[in-house]
């Protein structure tokens, strides 16, 4: 007999105990994914064998090219990394320790902790819930039978009794539905997560591994959202509930319009509450497993050329590089001439630029370097030909 029998068995007695039966159900189906997967029959034991020792091979060949150096910062993150993938893929009492805990635990505590419960928070909220559907319950079966209700709406009348049914509908969407919906996909991702642990090692699927992380994420926070705000919307809801009854056996119309109007209102918060939740785990760079990695001579190579565009240079023709020095000798003159003529700020400002006319070296130095197109560079493109070389080759 199974232990979650009991749970499920009493599962449709109110939101509380579908909740108990949903965390019941996702632990047992966890650890038997985690035993069938990587425990000691599990079936894909060879294939972590297989990868991790793809892991130590390509290691190897990194050292063996020169690609990679034996030392602590070469070495520290990769036996990290080795060490946490075997002990999260591995062993479930440290995946249910830290991964299981982390993701249902520690969301209901933080909200118990901002509610000021001394249990759980997800509970007491799923508790109070219940009273409300009772309330609302009781109040429908004094206003009218069930037969008679479900008569009107197939008529298309919009009486109270009908608005009120619709708002505890849209109610329970808001908050069972999104409660349940959550809890079940976070089971979900905690029974493929060794998998998506192991595919960590390796940089080309680190990115299937940050998007996991991310989704675990998504479906562990939107729980206490729904918690946070169903709080505040429930302080709404009770005295509404308790004005239904107008005290001649009916629904009073404003208090069942109020009461719609909060339920619809609760079901857009939850929206927006997905929409944020979306949004946020999105911008998270997962401890940089999902980032593109740099060579580091790229890098270097940036870094010296103080990232200039290459599109900036040129191809140029021999004519055209003899003769810009002579270009820019005229441009500086034309720029001395115009400082002889405003008077210049210090006379030692001027003496430096006709120091810079008197010395051709210095102004060739000045010139950026020139640069051949993507195509043409190479060792050949090294050797440029000046524009006198054909004269002396018909010498």
């Avoid at 197109?373 to 054909?390: E, L, N, V």
């Amino acid at each position: 007999m199974s232990v979650c029998e009991q749970f499920t068995a009493n599962a449709s007695a109110g939101v509380a105990p579908a909740l108990r039966a949903v965390d019941c159900l996702s632990n047992e189906a966890t650890a038997a994914a985690f035993g069938r997967l990587f425990g000691g029959q599990g079936a894909l034991l060879p294939a972590l064998t297989v990868l991790l020792t793809l892991y130590i091979a390509f290691f190897a060949i990194s050292l063996l090219t020169g690609r990679s150096r034996i030392g602590i910062s070469a070495l520290t993150p990769r036996m990290m990394t080795l060490g946490l993938v075997l002990t999260f893929s591995t062993s479930w009492v440290a995946y249910q320790g830290v991964v299981w805990t982390l993701a249902t635990g520690a969301p209901d505590q933080i909200a118990g902790v901002l509610m000021g419960a001394k249990g759980s928070a997800t509970t007491m909220f799923a508790d109070r819930i219940d009273m409300i559907f009772g309330a609302i319950a009781e109040v429908g079966q004094t206003a009218g039978s069930a037969e008679g209700a479900a008569s009107s709406a197939a008529s298309g009348s919009f009486t109270p009794v009908n608005l009120m049914w619709l708002a505890a509908l849209l109610l329970m969407l808001g908050t069972v539905g999104v409660l349940l919906t959550a809890r079940i996909a976070l089971a979900v991702l905690l029974a493929l997560g060794p998998v998506f642990v192991v595919l960590a090692l390796f940089p080309g699927t680190r990115g299937l591994t940050a998007g996991w992380l991310r989704g675990l994420v998504l479906t562990a926070i939107t729980p206490l959202f729904v918690v946070l705000g169903g709080g505040l919307m429930i302080e709404l809801i009770v005295p509404v509930v308790a004005g239904l009854a107008n005290g001649q056996g009916g629904v009073d119309g404003r208090a069942a319009l109020a009461l719609f109007l909060i339920a619809s209102v609760h079901v857009a918060l939850m929206a927006m509450v997905m929409r944020v939740a979306g949004t946020i785990v999105a911008g998270w760079q997962v401890f940089g497993l999902g980032a593109p990695e740099r060579s580091a001579g790229g890098d270097r190579a940036a870094g010296a050329s103080g990232l200039v565009p290459i599109a900036e240079y040129r191809m140029e023709s021999p004519q055209q590089s003899a003769a810009a020095p002579r270009r820019a000798i005229a441009i500086t003159q034309s720029s001395m001439e115009a400082a002889q003529a405003t008077p210049a700020p210090s006379a030692r400002r001027t003496t430096t630029i006709r120091n810079q006319l008197a010395a051709p070296q210095a102004l060739s130095s000045a010139l950026p370097p020139l640069r051949d197109g993507g195509r043409a560079r190479g060792i050949g493109s090294r050797f440029r030909t000046s524009a006198s070389g054909p004269r002396e080759m018909m010498r």
